[in-house]
């Protein structure tokens, strides 16, 4: 891979970011929405395995690549949409993981529906101005207007009846929200990470629907494959 910064690549530190949402070794993990491998290489890295899952079966030659020159082999990649991940891959797994892709969602909750994982984390950029995101002095992340607050992530996740166990801070620009389909996993929901106070979350807004960039394309592109770099 070329080592210039990609067109995804604003979420420092992914290991880190894996730890905040409980990856651990053993588990069955799908990256959705995984663009060009930037977390499904750090996730195959832990997990037994990851399905990487995206819309653009050129993204997901890109993450093949990544992961070959890595080494890494536990991994299969499939193009299709995120709405048919059941389809998509039916095998059962213990967390779906979803990074920089939440906010283009046009409809979070026929997608939460459809997650029948454990868990399901979603890593969003901060809701603020994209002019204050910079990395390396440019603008990053998607624009200011579908950026989604914490509770507009849970909001929109809660409505198929997800409990959110954490919310976590990842700075600079990011922080993690992670849901899961049966009980926290502390009941006082308090807990610190390395990347500042993990706290129980409350849902405020209920009304959540946008459009992001990469969702206009999505109605053209209905190919579907399976294969593995195994
Ligand atoms: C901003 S990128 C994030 C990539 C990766 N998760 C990361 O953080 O590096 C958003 C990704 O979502 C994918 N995507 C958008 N809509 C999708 C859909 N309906 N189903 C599957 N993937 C989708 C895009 O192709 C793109 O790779």
Redesign the pocket.
């Known amino acids: 891979m070329s080592d210039k910064p990609g ?3 604003g ?1 420092p530190d992914p290991a880190g970011v894996l730890a905040s949402v409980g990856l651990k070794p053993g588990m069955e993990v799908i ?9 499904t290489l750090q996730i195959a890295k832990i997990a037994r395995h990851v399905a990487a ?4 079966p050129t ?1 997901l030659d890109v993450a093949r690549v990544r992961l070959m020159e890595a080494g890494v082999t536990n991994c299969s990649f499939i193009a ?4 048919d991940i059941t389809r998509l891959w039916p095998e059962t797994v213990d967390l779906v993981f ?4 939440f906010h ?2 046009p409809d979070p909750a026929r997608l939460a529906t459809a997650v029948k994982a454990g868990r399901f984390a979603i ?1 969003n950029w901060h809701a603020r101005p994209r002019e204050r995101t910079t990395i390396l002095g440019e603008p990053r992340g ?1 624009k200011t207007e579908l950026r989604l607050t914490p509770e507009k992530t849970i909001g929109a996740v809660k409505m198929d009846g997800l409990q959110c166990l954490t919310l976590v801070e990842i700075p600079p620009y990011h922080s993690t929200a992670q849901f899961s389909s049966g009980r926290p996993l502390k009941s006082d929901g308090r807990r610190m990470s390395a990347y500042g106070t993990k706290r129980t979350c409350r849902s405020r807004s209920l009304n959540v629907r946008f459009w ?1 960039e ?2 206009a394309k ?1 109605s053209l592109r209905r190919s579907l494959t399976h294969d593995s770099v195994a």
């Open positions: 067109f995804f690549e979420t990256d959705l929405c995984s663009g060009d491998g930037w977390f899952i995206d819309i653009d993204l299709g949409d995120a709405y979803m990074a920089n892709a283009g969602v890593v998607p992001g990469c969702v999505l």
